[in-house]
């Protein structure tokens, strides 16, 4: 009866956590869904070397201007040329990457190594949950093994009879 | 002055080093003689490091730009309030700041247990002072604030050098709140050492009992708020001074500071369960050990440079020191728990899946992988540059995508826990309690959505806000209904004293109210929205239901920084509601530019107004307006959160006995040594 809850309870807690962590890996690898040049400006970084910003938000703390520097006004036209010749925004993002490397990127690529950049948040909570549902579940089987017999009704009624005789004594 | 200081340092390191030599000396002989000298050794490096840090301060206010550290980090016109802060902004003096800070948490803990706890004591100090021994070497040998000025003349000799001015204090640090910030955030990476030291010194000394856990927990408490202030004031004076609009950017640097505040939370946690049921030893030596490991690790990023970040200071060959230590303290704690695993063997075992113990399991699990994501996403630039050759960048949007289920999922959970009962917990009750407040939930969230609410995490952030709001409320009902039946006290005043009776339960939800308000906060940063536009006196800027009307711009100038000013006037319809002064300083020692953002805050929304600058290409001023919806929940969270940390340290009110006035006058005997008579009201 307790195992069944247990294990009802413990699979109702595992869809949850699966829910939510599959809902944020399936928004981290939804394909675009051809945005524009606003939407991809804050996909790719400012290049300058001088700042740590999108080209989008580039703004240049200590800088004359607290806007996008040359690097990123260049980089954001550029963008503006690539979505207006028509190109899939994957492909204009594969452009950026083949003239500046993989570092353009905001968020690391979904493939080769840094795949595992996604993966591990993912891989690692589960292993964890796996380890403590053993480890659970060795404890149960200690705790079952250190119980002892079941107490009948009658013996129970004759130790409250005891227990009430040596009260009153 | 110089010379006092650097001699002050070099007593501090001694004193330290002798705490730490004859510490191990005493715990080994057993003298009591040692121990006790070894113990005023250790608590002598505060009043010394005190010393040392008096001089740097005073070379400051003294403008002494013969000193490398002062002549880098201050100038004469920069105001003697930010004389103080000066002292963190650079690497040598805030890893004197450190030090010193560390010497007051010695200090205390050596002090007040100086008559308690004499197994265990001797081992603290020692590892306190072994701690203490690694910043001070890093003082006196690695990174000095007191070397010289200095030039090499032409026959090869160095000659000291008295600069006039100095380079002055970074603007970005001129804030006021720059100088509350850094010493928070100091004040709980240092207060992970005291925790670290109770934590093993117990392993190592064999302590019996859960004496020791209960001061851990007390000392992370303290640590865990100083951290969680430090990051949200990191966060307002990044909002403030910074003027991009957010609060958070997931630098390296932020990140560095959240590890060790998320272990400490998930301390907080898991010790009920070692202190009510002794289960959990293991882990929660751990979680320390951990804490503290990642509070070193944590330095180790901002000093070392091993990690870009806007944050960090200028690199240096130092984080080899920090990687050793770290390495040291990995093996020290390895070798300790090894050799002492069996003292952590629990009494208890988990009952039931459906209980507080578990809650606290998954609660912790969640914390970790929170943790593990986080320092994941920090180091894997540096792995990916290792194995592949080429750096990449692990940016915000990989950060919301992964911490942002797992914070709701740890949002739901704060509100499950309290609707468990220890051991185990039948379904029925368990539904009995969940149904009101998650429906309320639920209707709240579709009167959201009704509304427009399109976005699935605000969504589920807004319904699991109101979830575990009422699980917190109707925890102080519940428990304030009893005790009002049983005083005939109204339900307010029962309240007040449910709280004060069990401060550390009720201000422990205070603190997951205060949490809750500042998930609410951050959600609100789906619907931000900015719109930036070139203006003259005239000109309008549309942003939600604000009108921005430029009237005017003009320069100030003071002997610190010039700055050029815009007034604008923000309409609401046609009715004008305020004016605000963006502004933009050039700080003349630094030739640094910084923005002064115009704000009006109010529960719903915050309207940021930034003066840009001049735009490069017409030179004409450009004005950038933010419309940022709940961020003053964040704020507000961070002051109940504060508070909730206050109750929960206080101590326990034990309830009153109200002697029942007899009806007759009762005979009363003479008493030899008559007791003094207890009334409620006598306190």
Known sequence: MITNSIR????????????????????????????????????????????????????????????PCETARAELKELNERVGQGKSDDLVLQSFVQEYGPTVLISPPTNGFDLWAWLMPVIVPLLGIALVWMVVARWRRKMAAADGPPVSPELLARARDGMGRDADD | ??????????????????????????????????????????????????????????????????????????????????????????????????????????????????????????????????????????????????????????????????????????????????????????????????????????????????????????????????????????????????????????????????????????????????????????????????????????????RSGVVSSIHAFAQSSIGSWFVTFLAIICVVCVVAYWKNRDYLRS??????????????????????????????????????????????????????????????????????????????????????????????????GTIAFAFGDRHFYALVCLILGVFVSLTIFSEFFRGARVLSARSGANIFSSVGQLTMRNTRRYGGYIVHFGIVLIFIGISGQAFNRDVQKEMHPGSELAIGPYTLVCQNFDATSNKNYTAERATIEVFKGNRSVMMLYPERRLYLASQVTQTVVALHSSLASDLYVVYAGRSPQDNNPVIHAYLNPLVRWIWLGGLVLVLGTILALLPNRQPQIVLQAAREPAQIKPLAAPAPAHHAGDD
Not at chain 2, 58 to 77: C, D, G, I, K, P
Not at chain 2, 396 to 413: G, R
């Open chain 2, 1 to 302: 002055m110089d010379i006092i200081g650097s001699f002050a340092l070099i007593l501090a390191l001694l004193a330290a080093g002798y705490a730490l030599v004859a510490g191990i000396i005493g715990i080994r002989t057993q003298r009591p003689l040692i121990i006790k000298s070894a113990r005023n050794a250790g608590m002598a490096t505060f009043p010394l490091v005190t010393l040392g840090v008096g001089c740097l301060v005073a070379l400051f206010f003294q403008n002494n730009f013969s000193m490398a550290y002062v002549a880098e980090h201050s100038n004469r016109a920069l105001p003697a309030f930010y004389k103080f802060a000066a002292l963190w902004s650079g690497q040598e003096g805030s890893l004197l700041f450190w030090s010193w800070l560390l010497s007051i948490y010695a200090f205390i803990a050596l002090f007040v247990n100086r008559k308690k706890h004499p197994e265990l004591m001797p081992y603290v100090g020692a590892i306190l002072a072994g701690v203490q021994l690694f910043f001070l070497v890093l003082n006196n040998f690695v990174a000095s604030p007191f070397a010289l000025v200095g030039t090499v003349g032409a026959s090869g000799a160095t000659h000291v050098v008295t600069l006039a001015d100095g380079s002055g204090l970074t603007p970005l640090l001129q804030y006021g709140e720059m100088v509350i910030h850094p010493p928070m955030l100091y004040l709980g990476y240092t207060g992970c050492t005291v925790p670290f030291a109770f934590a093993l010194a117990a392993l190592l000394g064999r302590y019996p009992g859960e004496k020791w856990i209960h001061i851990a927990r007390r000392w992370t408490m303290v640590g865990w708020a100083f951290l969680g202030v430090g990051i949200l004031l990191g966060g307002h004076w990044a909002y403030r001074v910074l003027g991009w609009g957010g609060y958070w950017a997931w630098d390296p640097v932020e990140n560095a500071s959240l590890l060790p505040w998320i272990t400490e939370t998930a301390f907080l946690h898991s010790v009920m369960m070692q202190e009510k049921r002794g289960m959990m030893r293991v882990w929660n030596v751990w979680l320390v050990f951990i804490t503290f490991m990642l509070s070193i690790l944590g330095t180790l990023l901002t």
């Open chain 2, 347 to 444: 009494d208890n075992q988990l009952d039931s899946v459906i209980s507080r113990e578990s809650s606290f399991l998954f609660n912790n699990l969640i914390l970790l992988a929170a943790c593990f994501a986080v320092l994941w996403g920090t180091l894997f630039p540096v792995f990916s540059e290792w194995i592949e050759g080429s750096k990449i960048t692990v940016g915000p949007p990989f950060f919301n995508k992964v911490n942002v289920p797992i914070a709701l999922f740890l949002l739901f959970l704060t509100g499950v826990g309290p609707l468990l009962a220890w051991r185990r917990t039948s379904f029925s009750s368990l539904k009995r309690n969940f149904a009101w407040p998650l429906g309320t939930g639920l209707v709240v």
């Open chain 1, 8 to 67: 009802r309870s413990s699979v109702a807690l595992f869809v949850f956590a699966f829910a939510i962590l599959s809902a944020s890996s399936i928004s981290a690898q939804a394909p675009e869904s051809g945005a524009g040049a606003k939407k991809l400006g804050n996909k790719i970084m400012c290049m300058c070397g001088g700042c740590n910003d999108t080209a989008l938000k580039c703004n240049h703390m200590g800088g004359a201007f607290s806007g």
